[in-house]
């Protein structure tokens, strides 16, 4: 079936590295992709998307490219701020035969932490 | 705008007392709506989506239940609560024809 593999982390960082999130899925079929974040004590937010091959989503500076031949869509950021600090989900969105009901499927999140 | 709503936002319940969340959404109409539950840990675990009133698929077996008495509003349940069932609950709604997810607060369930 489909799912998803997000590498697991906990990710330390100092402010202004450079920031990989790896995400890749196996599937049939060609799945619209998400990056959510999660800061602590609240709920998801959808941080960014792609609905189609080589598409890039971009947000808040991290970007992520969807990657037809590696089914992969992973999270880059060029300098990462303490304020970035969070868990990341990548989730991508199979539809559901003869419905209108998309269904995520998340990752099992990684924990970042950026430290001045 | 639409926005979602969670209450309670933490609860502490003793084992086997009953439980009842509620999710409400504005701004929007016939949104299809989801329970997750968050465990420690972090990873998320799809419990309950409706596509409609009344339409509830469970995804997993468990010690709970959903129902959608309105539109844009969404309820989990428990007659007798498990230590098990403790976890941070989040409620999300979508667009039919589009795919991004929008959440709620969440819920932060203690079972003692």
């Known amino acids: 079936g489909n799912s998803v593999t997000q590498m697991e982390g906990p990710v330390t960082l100092s402010e202004e590295a450079f920031l990989t999130i790896n995400c890749t899925y196996t599937?049939?079929?060609?799945?619209?992709l998400f990056w959510y974040v999660q800061y602590p004590g609240e709920g998801l937010q959808l941080l960014l998307k792609?609905?189609?091959?080589?598409d890039k989503g971009s947000n808040k500076g991290f970007e992520a490219t969807y990657r037809k031949e590696t089914t992969s869509f992973h999270l880059e950021k060029g300098s990462v701020q303490v304020s970035d600090s969070a868990v990341y989900f990548c989730?991508?969105?199979?539809?559901?035969?003869?419905?209108?009901?998309?269904?995520?499927?998340f990752g099992k999140g990684t924990l970042l932490t950026v430290n001045p | 705008s639409q926005t979602i709503h969670q209450w309670p936002a933490t609860l502490v319940q003793p084992v086997g007392s009953p439980l009842s969340l509620e999710c409400t959404v504005e701004?929007?109409?016939?949104?299809?709506l989801y329970w997750y539950r968050q465990a420690a840990g972090r990873g998320l675990q799809l419990l309950f989506y409706?596509?409609?009133?009344?339409?509830i698929s469970s995804e997993v077996p468990q010690n709970l239940s959903a129902s959608r008495p309105q539109d844009r509003q969404f309820i989990l349940s428990s007659k007798k609560l498990l230590l098990s069932d403790s976890g941070f609950y989040l409620c999300?709604?979508?667009?039919?024809?589009?795919?991004?997810?929008?959440f709620g607060p969440g819920t932060r369930l203690t079972v003692t």
């Open positions: 409706s596509v409609g009133i009344g339409q």
């Open positions: 999300a709604w979508s667009r039919g024809a589009t795919y991004e997810q929008y």
């Open positions: 989730a991508p969105t199979w539809g559901r035969s003869g419905g209108s009901n998309y269904k995520l499927t």
């Open positions: 701004g929007t109409s016939n949104p299809n």
């Open positions: 599937a049939t079929g060609y799945p619209s």
């Open positions: 792609a609905t189609k091959a080589d």
